[in-house]
């Protein structure tokens, strides 16, 4: 019998036919045979048809087998139920208010229920906010009563009940919406005799056969499922006891940002009189997204919801609070000045380049149980550094039946891109030749650009004293602009420059002398006088000084911009590179080729 080598590479329909047929063709009674004007062709057809199926069948199923390879949101959620990670679920959107009551009797005791609903509003859009916890009212001394630093959750309540049996029922959540954070779990036992509050467990640590506790796994379709204890680990509901699973069901990310809230109803005998708006919502989000699983999954489960190394508080904060853009933690020892016994963790927030006492709290209380007990993180706000480009672009016009400002708004939402893609987080590299890639490829009729980068940081001032102030750019900025006079020409060039501010009556800023000397120095037009000395710049290390500072009460902040002396832009450990939409300049020339 006749033999041929098959290609085995490929599985396509045509290969797979063209190979049935090479191998038909060596066998000495099809030696001459015309496949294509018989009735083979069909038969050759379906089994080429068939192996392709099944390959590709084949193919599906072992990607399926790996997290990395998975497709199938059912397939990842299995392999992160193996991993004992959780995804994350819907979360609400929390507001802070003070509310105000009034009660006819100046005796009363006022306790605001949980489940208490309130109305949020933003625009034509209302969501239903309630309270998480019974709230006691305090009396005021005007013989109202407040109810200071509320929480209200977006959402609302839901109940799912199930009936314990033989047959180890599955315990779902129904709504897709659930916020797990908000699960309560009751059991009703002996027809009403007993009623047992269970709570949730994240870990087999410390649970006897006794304990009331129960533990959320994701389930199939978008679900999750409430898993009890065995009688070994954990309590057993008792058989025909009655499960009552009360959790809030929320919108995610729609209401963040609402700050105008009413009240319902009354509450009890009590008339809300006001309600004011300490936080405006935010929080609210969607659930984790199938990459993020990935992502999170196996470094979660190195963690062992520990925090020992740098990345475990990043991996364990990311998980665990939709709110968070990006992490970074170092050892205190690392800080300027050094902090031992330290752990400095700089969370950025989705949305705002502030960070709230109130988060920092939420997170710390959540990371001390898992931290050593020598270890205290101390959380502060990222340092931003604001990158100024400025780009001149080529066009050729033959190319393209877009004008100017075309080619202007593209290339800055090229950038824009470029920000968000490349440089929204901590740890994150400006490489110069990538940016000026993208602006290339933001327009085929582009040819070039010529761009330059400088980098820019804020000095929140004093509005009452003169004050030092310092900033580290952490990066060696150029050295080489020769020396400047008292009186020089505006367009000489400087390294250090500052935003425009008023000083004994005149339009100033600061620039720096070429010397290391920075100056306070007056515009007057195509000169620049200097007035007054004011602090110093190292041009290795990139550290400013300013000395015995004050400007009037008209400024609330200074911007101080340098030019780097490499182009590849390096944020040092707790600071983010940001582009800001004013800080793009774009100037278009038109070429024909």
Known sequence: MATSSNDLTTLDFESVKENLKTYLKAQPIFNDYDFEASNINVLLDILAYNTNLNGFYLNMIANE????????????????????????????????????????????????????????????????????ENIQAIATTSGKFEAKNVFLYEGDYVQDSYVTSADSPQYIISNKTVDTNSIRVTVIEDNGAEVLAYTIRDSLFDIGSTDQVFFIQPAVNDTYEIIFGDGVIGREPKLNSIVVIEYRAGNGELPNGISKFTADDDIGSATVESITTISAATGGSIPESLESIKFNAPRAFTTQERVVTAQDYA???????????????????????????????????????????????????????????????????????????????????????????????????????????????????????????????????????????????????????RMNYRLDFAMPLINDIGSKQGTHSANQRSVVTSSAFVFDGATCFIEDNGLGILNIVRDDGETHTVLAEVGRVAYNTGVVELD?????????????????????????????????????????????N
């Open 65 to 132: 087998m790996f997290m990395d390879s998975s497709l199938l949101k059912d397939s990842i959620i299995s392999h992160a139920k193996e991993l004992n990670y959780l995804p994350r679920s819907f979360r609400s959107a929390i507001a802070t208010v003070n509310i105000e009551l009034s009660d006819s009797s100046p005796d009363a005791t006022i306790t605001i229920p949980r489940g208490t609903s309130f109305t949020g509003s933003l625009g034509n859009k209302s969501f239903t906010f309630t309270t998480d």
């Open 315 to 465: 991996t364990l904060l990311r998980a665990n609070f939709s709110e968070i853009n990006d992490v970074a933690a170092y050892g205190g020892e690392e800080f300027d000045p050094p902090m031992f016994g330290r752990v400095v963790v700089a969370v950025d927030l989705k949305n705002t380049d502030d960070l709230p006492q109130s988060y920092m709290n939420k997170y710390r209380q959540f990371l001390k149980p898992r931290s050593p007990l020598s270890i205290n993180p101390m959380f502060m706000k990222p340092e931003y550094m604001y990158l100024s480009i400025n780009t001149n672009v080529k066009y050729d016009i033959s190319q393209t039946s877009l004008g100017v400002d075309d080619i202007k708004t593209l290339v800055t939402s090229g950038i824009q891109n470029f920000n968000q893609e490349n440089l929204d987080g901590f740890n994150k590299t400006l490489f110069y030749s990538k940016l000026v890639a993208a602006i290339d490829d933001t327009q085929t009729a582009i040819i070039s650009n010529d761009t330059t980068v400088n980098v820019s940081r804020y000095i929140q001032l004093s509005r009452v004293e």
């Open 548 to 592: 015995n500072f004050y400007v009037n009460q008209d400024y609330n902040q200074l911007k101080i911009t340098v030019t780097p002396r490499e182009k590849d832009i390096v944020a040092a450990k707790r600071s983010i590179l940001r582009v800001l939409e004013d800080d793009i300049n774009v100037a278009i020339t038109q070429v024909r």
